[in-house]
């Protein structure tokens, strides 16, 4: 059998891999997982701008340093790491590393030259680089001694006996985010990406730049918040204040036993609105605001040996698009990187559908708790009704600029038109049903602002008139104006009155037009106001299901 050696085109491979599929700061990050694979305590992830260049202009890094006080490598270990699927050698159980890949994949696809220069007990390797421009059908390392003054530069950057630096140039042609959009990504996703590292002070992140006013430190950040949620759901006694734990346990990922198992861990949260219903303190407001309850943060965060790997994955639809209180850390180790098909990124997994069974079945009571969570705190809120706004307009009323209040109340055609209001207006001005009692003076206060499931389906509300006590307005419950938007406020929230208020003028403008204009014929005002309330519906229903997610991130 003839074995055939096949040169492989250089420059092709390392466009390839660099084209793998990473952001910056995903990029950036598996660049820090051979930092902490090297037993590093702190890692620095430094961005060196362009001359003349502000924090908010694209393109703007010149040079991307991670910097880390690690064991440190010597010259050939340099060389083994610079090599195109490097060797597996020294690697821990259960290492963040893999493929060999990880480093020339993330550098490259930061910028066109990778740099490495590292030191072991005070002794400087010799400097090593990769830059694609220099190469072609030949994949070429270069390397040479470390000069004097090199090593008085990196003392200062490599302030440890042991450590590394990777230095990234040429990044002009690899990425158009600006220093802030990059790092901003960076803080939120690291505080997540090494939550286990950072909240047990085996790591320390530091993100800086030479036009930051201070050092950002890297705060870890536990998207279950467990140390605030219940031990379990408590469905007759939970009160729409903090998340519960609803799954934590253990299970195979393989008909083969031998292998570890994966750990499982589901909280299930209350709605984002709740941070705005008054019926909480401000203490309790502002924890729920923090829990970022909304579509960000919903689904599986996979971690691969305490790392995250995947962020929010809804694992084929098992996580649904309303299921957005549902929150799951899935813990696996490198004895699941073939069953799960983990990728060369670490990024991304492909999960069996037998798998996705186990997992589904696992969840399934987590995913009806959540929903029935959300019901909950829907329910503090369909309690209210546009008290407060009733209670504190009750002197409220429509003028007609144009015309003199004494002399239309004695108008005959105006006293017509208004008993005509009032005659329609007939199934809903019952006096018991639609006044309610104002704790302040215990006098019965008219309901000028109604919400009704029985207003015509073709309209968002209907102007309406009492003899005694004048305009009020019926809003329609159905309507998908009220369901995704009023609803989500509770009654003494200013956001709910205003709309309260701009429907309510809009209804007895109606009513002023009616009773008032008398030249025009009833029958054509109707007409009009029918059309205008049908557009006005309509309009309005297309403007929620534009923004839905506005309000709340519901």
């Known amino acids: 059998m003839e074995e055939i050696e096949i040169k492989m085109n250089a420059q092709r491979v390392v466009n390839a891999i660099s084209r793998i599929g990473y952001s ?84 490259f696809s930061l910028g066109k030259c990778i740099k490495i220069i590292s030191k072991q007990n005070d002794v400087f390797s010799d400097i090593f680089f990769v830059d694609v421009d220099n190469i072609t059908e030949k994949y070429v390392i270069h390397r040479y001694e470390i000069t004097e003054s090199e090593k008085e530069t990196y003392s200062s950057i490599i302030n440890n006996k042991s450590g590394t630096v990777i230095e990234v140039s040429k990044t002009e042609d690899s990425n158009n985010m600006s220093i802030n959009g990059i790092v901003k990504n960076l803080n939120e996703k690291l505080g997540v990406t090494y939550y286990d590292f950072l909240k047990s002070d085996e790591l320390e992140i ?148 037998n798998i996705l069974v186990i997992i589904e079945g696992l969840v399934r009571n987590s995913l009806k708790d959540s929903k029935e969570i959300f019901k909950k705190c829907d329910s503090l809120f369909l309690d209210d009704d546009g008290t407060e706004f009733n209670q504190k307009n009750i002197e409220l009323s429509a003028e007609d600029p144009d015309s003199d209040p004494r002399s239309d109340a004695v108008n005959p055609e105006i006293k017509r038109r208004k008993a005509q209001l009032v005659e329609k207006s007939k199934d809903t001005n019952d006096d018991d049903e639609n006044t309610e009692t104002n704790d302040t003076t215990e006098e019965p206060v008219f309901k000028k602002i109604r919400y009704s499931s029985e207003v015509d389906s073709r309209f968002f509300y209907e102007a309406k008139y009492h003899q005694n006590y004048g305009d009020y307005v019926l809003i329609n419950k159905n309507h ?31 009513n002023l037009t009616y009773s008032k204009l008398e030249e025009v014929n009833v029958a054509d005002i109707e007409k009009v106001f029918e059309k205008f309330n049908s557009v006005f519906s309509n309009t309005v229903n297309n403007w929620t299901a534009i923004n839905r997610d506005l309000f709340n991130n519901d």
């Open 480 to 510: 998908s104006f009220y369901k995704d938007v009023i609803v989500k406020f509770d009654d003494k929230n200013p956001v709910k009155q205003s709309i309260e208020a701009l429907i309510w003028s809009i209804a007895a403008s109606d």
């Open 206 to 353: 530091i993100i800086t730049c030479p036009l930051f006013q201070n050092n950002i430190t890297v705060k870890s950040h536990d998207v279950l918040f467990e140390s605030d949620a219940n031990e379990y759901y408590d469905k007759d006694n939970y009160d729409c204040k903090k998340p519960c734990i609803s799954f934590n346990d253990t299970f195979y990922l393989s008909t083969d036993e031998s292998i570890q198992k994966a750990e499982l861990k589901v909280v299930i949260f209350p709605k984002d609105r709740m941070k705005n219903y008054v019926g909480f303190s401000e203490e309790e407001r502002n924890k729920i605001k923090n829990y970022d309850v909304g579509k960000k943060y919903k689904g599986f965060f996979v971690y691969r040996n305490n790392r995250l790997i995947s962020w929010a994955d809804h694992l084929e639809g098992i996580v649904g698009r309303d299921n957005l209180g549902f929150r799951a850390k899935l813990k696996i180790y490198t004895c699941h990187d073939d069953i799960l098909h983990v990728d060369v990124s670490k990024q991304r997994l492909n999960i069996p559908e």
């Open 24 to 107: 910056t700061h995903s990029a950036i990050m598996d660049i820090i997982d051979n930092s902490i694979t090297a037993k590093a305590s702190k890692v620095t992830i430094e961005f060196i701008p362009f001359e003349g260049m502000t924090l908010n202009q694209k393109n703007t890094s010149e040079v991307i340093r991670i910097i880390d006080n690690g064991n440190g490598i010597n010259n050939e270990k340099i060389k083994d790491v610079l090599r195109l699927g490097s060797s597996h050698e020294g690697y821990e159980h259960n290492s963040l590393s893999k493929y060999g890949m990880g480093l020339k994949s993330a550098g």
